[in-house]
């Protein structure tokens, strides 16, 4: 079955990098995402790594995947106030790659 | 494009009363999700479309929970006989056929309080 694992919140100052950190348990997921959610909006995609890869980056952001610990983090370089949300890792499943199981979310604050 | 639109974004029912929540998916994408997500977890996979076919549904989608798309277009959430524990933030999801549909775009949601 799924199960997504995150820490809860993470405080960084303005310019440093933030690293989320992620795990998971379906070993047949296909695509593992990251997802910002802002307070009072919905679920912004951020990037997504295929299971057959090991880093993905996409400007400030770096994915690594390290498959067999199951494990999954974001890098955030330059952290920025806008980058103030909440981030949430999901996993496809074996029902369908749009049919995601998320973790519960991990709170960052940037602080100017 | 405006993106995923959902009606309303807030709603205030009474226990046991009926509501029912729309979707608009962006346009020409044949993949439709509902998610539920409830205050300080992740969002819950409820039930999928493939155009008009209903595929899949969670078993967090209990008899009182239907999900509609009728034309393939839009679709409706409907809850009847509300209860407390339904209070959640309700989330629709879209995604284009093809090469690229790994990639879902949610709608800013509808926030359900029920009292």
């Known amino acids: 079955g799924e199960d997504v694992e995150q820490s809860l919140f993470l405080s960084v100052r303005e310019g440093d990098s933030s690293v989320i950190n992620c795990t998971y348990t379906?070993?047949?997921?296909?695509?593992l995402y990251w997802y910002k959610q802002e307070p009072g909006a919905g679920l912004q995609l951020l990037t997504y790594?295929?299971?057959?890869?090991d880093m993905k980056q996409d400007q400030r952001l770096t994915v690594l995947l390290n498959k067999k610990d199951k494990h999954l983090s974001l890098r955030i370089a330059d952290t920025q106030t806008g980058d103030s949300a909440i981030y949430f890792c999901?996993?496809?499943?074996?029902?369908?790659?749009?049919?995601?199981?998320f973790g519960k979310g991990n709170q960052v604050v940037v602080i100017p | 494009d405006t993106g995923v639109s959902q009606d309303p974004r807030h709603k205030i029912t009474k226990r046991g009363q009926n509501v029912t929540f729309r979707c608009d998916p962006i346009?020409?994408?044949?993949?439709l999700y509902w998610y539920r997500q409830t205050l300080g977890q992740g969002p819950e996979f409820l039930t999928y479309?493939?155009?008009?076919?209903?595929?899949?549904k969670s078993r967090l989608l209990s008899d009182r929970f239907s999900a509609e798309r009728p034309k393939g277009s839009f679709s409706t959430l409907e809850i009847q006989r509300t209860e407390q524990g339904d209070s959640a933030m309700y989330l629709c999801?879209?995604?284009?056929?093809?090469?690229?549909?790994?990639?879902?775009?949610f709608g800013q949601g509808t926030r359900l309080t029920v009292v």
């Open positions: 379906d070993s047949s997921s296909t695509y």
């Open positions: 790594i295929f299971s057959n890869m």
């Open positions: 479309f493939q155009n008009e076919a209903q595929l899949e």
């Open positions: 999901a996993e496809s499943t074996q029902y369908g790659n749009n049919r995601l199981a």
């Open positions: 346009s020409e994408h044949n993949r």
């Open positions: 999801a879209s995604s284009p056929r093809g090469k690229r549909d790994t990639e879902a775009f």
